[in-house]
């Protein structure tokens, strides 16, 4: 495969990743709105609505982690698509490196011999670092399921919050509805 190609599909990938995040980030505002309808059925009493829309809330935060994890996934084959860019580019630089140390030897310049090795080190140098910080991206997953527990944890830990809430600020129906109302618009702005 050739370098073109190469950067090519490395700027496939990046593309790739970049759209699995902007997945992400809408699943992770699902995940909010689920949770303001979860708190509004259990403000309504609606048993059944909030354990749907808490089942969606925590379906949404999954498929958050989910798209993270495989947008980590295709960032790590674009490190690796990257340190073969590389690799290409150092074979090339290599071989100008034997040719030159071919003249040097030949004319036994030491100091020219010790400038090509430095350069041929670092190099390896800068090759060996770009694979350690593919490695460490490829190592990183995780996974996830939604227990029963967890929907009825975060069911209750909405209704702990709205009742600490109502008793915070000891306000009738009418008002509690219109503060959650502005909070609504609040978090969309």
């Given at each position: ?7 090519k599909q490395y700027f496939n990938l990046k593309f790739a990743a970049k759209q699995l995040e902007r997945n992400a980030k809408k699943c992770q505002k699902d995940e909010k ?157």
């Amino acid at each position: 495969m050739s370098t073109k190609q190469l950067e090519k599909q490395y700027f496939n990938l990046k593309f790739a990743a970049k759209q699995l995040e902007r997945n992400a980030k809408k699943c992770q505002k699902d995940e909010k709105d689920e949770k303001l309808k979860l708190k509004r059925a259990i403000e309504k009493g609606n048993v059944e609505g909030a354990r749907i829309h808490a089942e969606n809330a925590i379906r949404q935060k999954s498929q958050y982690a989910n798209y993270l994890r495989m947008a980590s996934r295709v960032d790590g084959v674009c490190s690796r698509v990257q340190a073969a860019i590389s690799m290409k580019q150092v074979t090339g630089n290599m071989s100008s490196v034997v040719k030159g140390l071919d003249s040097a030897m030949k004319s036994m310049n030491l100091e020219k011999m010790q400038q090509l090795m430095d350069k041929f080190e670092k190099q390896f140098e800068d090759m060996d670092v770009q694979s350690q910080a593919m490695d460490q991206t490829m190592s990183n997953t995780v996974t996830l399921s939604i227990p029963q527990d967890s929907v009825d944890c975060l069911m209750q830990e909405v209704a702990d919050a709205d009742a600490d809430a109502d008793a915070d600020g000891d306000m009738s129906g009418k008002d509690a509805k219109e503060k959650n109302r502005r909070r609504t618009k609040e978090d969309e702005e």
